[in-house]
């Protein structure tokens, strides 16, 4: 396919770069790391193939880009003006495929965790991953669900 990428994606995605300074997966997965936690990451087996799998708290945590996965209400979420259908078309496929693939795992009895990418920007960062820390570990998991 030609680069459909409108003016403002791209933006959007330089931006995310420069005030990230690194991939935001990166940023909770050495964070994890640091506090002793141990996890799969991109693992194939789950739907979704989930960016940091912890076996042991039976969590899964997805660091989601707010433009790409539709943060509603986030300032980073802006429908692109220009190629307006195939951008409704495009981040809405993304939407059910993201509700999806956590419905199947939450039935599968997994804990899912979303990690939005403006939760990590400097400012948040500390904050935001201290409080998946205690999320990680203060709450048991999900009761395996019967469908
Ligand atoms: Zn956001």
Redesign the pocket.
Known sequence: MADTHSPQVRSYNMLRIRSMNTQPEEIVRKYLHSKGFRYRKNDKRYPGKPDVVLPKFKTIIFVHG?FWHC?EG????VQPKSNQDYWREKLNRNRIRDVENIGKLRIIGWRVIIV????LTKQHRQESLDRLAAKITQTAPPAKRQI
Not at 74 to 77: G, L, N, S, T
Not at 116 to 119: A, F, I, R
């Open positions: 707010c943060h986030c300032p980073d979420f939005w990418e403006c939760e």
